[in-house]
Every structure is written in C-alpha cells, then in structure tokens.
T-cell receptor, first 109, second 115 residues
Framework: GQNIDQPTEMTATEGAIVQINCTYQ??????LFWYQQHAGEAPTFLSY??LDGLEEKGRFSSFLSRSKGYSYLLLKELQMKDSASYLC??????????WGAGTKLIIKP | EPEVTQTPSHQVTQMGQEVILRCVPI?????FYWYRQILGQKVEFLVS????????KSEIFDDQFSVERPDGSNFTLKIRSTKLEDSAMYFC?????????????FGPGTRLTVL
C-alpha cells in the first residue's frame, strides 16, 4: 500500500528552527511536495524535490533522500504566522498525489 | 498573480439535494482537479480532468459525482443527492500541463455542510 508518515503535531518557539520529518512508501516516485495549510484554508505550495539533496527557499528548506524514502522541511526564524499544518505529499508513478495527514505546527512566543 | 477561484465559499444544503460547486482555474492551465477534506482529516483526491474528459478518479468519486467544463473558464463539481458524509471542504486545483510534476495550485475551497 501507499503510506506517508509525519508527526501529528509539533511545538516550537518564535525565532527558533524546526524540522518536520516525513517518510514515505509509495508505488513509484515522481517527486515530493510540501504544502502549508492554515486552518480552514487551502493548501499552498512550499517546495518540490525530485532529486536528492537540499532545496533552500528563504526561511524554508526541504531535503530529500530517495533511497531512504525520507524528506524533511526545515523552517528557520519561526514567526507566529508559521503556525499551520504542513503537508507532505508524494507524487506516485501514475502522477497521482498521495497526501500525508499533515503536521500541525504550533508556534509559541 | 493569477489564482484559482471557487464559489460559493460556503454551501449549506439538505440531505438528498443536488449541489454544484464552481471553480475557475488559472486561465492557461490544462489540468483540473477536485479534492475534498473532511474536517480534521487528510486531503483526498476525487477526480482529474484534461481535454474535456476525466483522466483519473478515485473510489470516492462514484455515480453521485460528476464534473463538467461548461465553457472556457468554469469547472464544476456536481453532487446529485448529497449525504451527510459529503460534508467537507472541497478544493479545486489546476496545473499548467507542461509536465506531470508541475505544481498544482489550489483554490480557497468551498465548505459544504449537509444537514
């Protein structure tokens, strides 16, 4: 079966760094996306990785290891507005998106 | 910046009624999607649409559901006879179609409440 695992909830402090991990087992792989979703709103695109390594985009970075079926999203200089759910999403061999349940990130002052 | 729009933002209906959810994808995009998210649960794929026909659909997308692109801009999801368990956020998404791995951009969603 297809499976994506990520922590249900994490808490971090404003100004700090947090790493949200994701492991996946899917039928084929055509890339991994990270989306941010604030409560009651639509998912918004953060990053896309298809090759191993780190992609940096401002305060956010995403890492992929295909051999380990592992990715993480790194958020630096946390701001209160970063409080949201972060969704790990894998595109399988049929180009279908397989969605993780999301990690709810709580930022405390 | 172009964006996907959806109407209405919130729809309340009685069980057994038909509802139509509307989406306007980004204008030069070629692939369109509907997803749903029951409160507190993960996003679930419903259907993808390309070249005026369904390209993929999930088990959720049964005979009660249909999609249509009635003109050059709108993309609709119809639920013929709503059930209580259809209550969810429904998101439309589109991508430009240059590559399968293109990012899908999501609309703000329609919150459907079935009473």
């Amino acid at each position: 079966g297809q499976n994506i695992d990520q922590p249900t909830e994490m808490t971090a402090t404003e100004g700090a760094i947090v790493q949200i991990n994701c492991t996946y087992q899917t039928s084929g792989f055509n890339g991994l996306f990270w989306y941010q979703q604030h409560a009651g709103e639509a998912p918004t695109f953060l990053s896309y990785n298809v090759l191993d390594g780190l992609e940096e985009k401002g305060r956010f970075s995403s890492f992929l290891s295909r051999s380990k079926g592992y990715s993480y999203l790194l958020l630096k200089e946390l701001q209160m507005k970063d409080s949201a759910s972060y969704l790990c999403v894998v595109m399988d061999s049929n180009y279908q998106l397989i969605w993780g349940a999301g990690t709810k990130l709580i930022i405390k002052p | 910046e172009p964006e996907v729009t959806q109407t209405p933002s919130h729809q309340v209906t009685q069980m057994g009624q038909e509802v139509i959810l509307r989406c306007v994808p980004i204008s030069n995009h070629l692939y369109f999607y509907w997803y749903r998210q029951i409160l507190g649960q993960k996003v679930e794929f419903l259907v993808s649409f390309y070249n005026n026909e369904i390209s993929e659909k999930s088990e959720i997308f049964d005979d009660q559901f249909s999609v249509e692109r009635p003109d050059g801009s709108n993309f609709t999801l119809k639920i013929r006879s709503t059930k209580l368990e259809d209550s969810a956020m429904y998101f439309c998404a589109s991508r430009d179609g240059t590559a399968h791995t293109d990012t899908q951009y999501f609309g703000p969603g329609t919150r459907l409440t079935v009473l």
